[in-house]
Nanobody
Framework: QVQLVESGGGMVQAGGSLRLSCAVSGRTFSSYAMGWFRQAPGKGREFVASINKSGRGFSYSDSVKDRFTISKDNAKNTVWLEMNSLKPEDTAVYYC???????????????????WGQGTQVTVSS
């Protein structure tokens, strides 16, 4: 079993930056491909970014590509989401997720991920 705890959310003006962290415990972190999702009020959970087990493969949604960067440090058991040039439409609860250790590649669908954090709120004001 793996536990995920997000932090780093908050309120920022449009054009600003935030860095989300996700601390992972419970099993060797390098065993997991990871992902970030978000959910705005009244909407479904949306894929944001994913990183493979080694940390050298990435995927992003079109809406955040070139603005957000996902990274992981297997020694620190942490995955980050660096968010730049934030827009009001980025406002959402952001969730960290881990794939089953069997899978080494990035994921995309919520069903690709078996473990989830509790979420952290990001609010971008115009």
């Amino acid at each position: 079993q793996v536990q995920l705890v997000e932090s780093g959310g908050g309120m920022v003006q449009a054009g600003g930056s935030l860095r989300l962290s996700c601390a992972v415990s419970g099993r060797t972190f390098s065993s997991y491909a990871m992902g970030w999702f978000r959910q705005a009020p009244g909407k479904g959970r949306e894929f944001v970014a994913s990183i493979n087990k080694s940390g050298r493969g990435f995927s992003y949604s079109d809406s955040v590509k070139d603005r957000f960067t996902i990274s992981k440090d297997n020694a620190k058991n942490t995955v980050w989401l660096e968010m730049n040039s934030l827009k009001p439409e980025d406002t959402a609860v952001y969730y960290c997720a881990a794939r089953d250790p069997y899978y080494s590649t990035t994921g995309y669908y919520t069903t690709d991920f078996g473990s989830w954090g509790q979420g952290t709120q990001v609010t971008v004001s115009s």
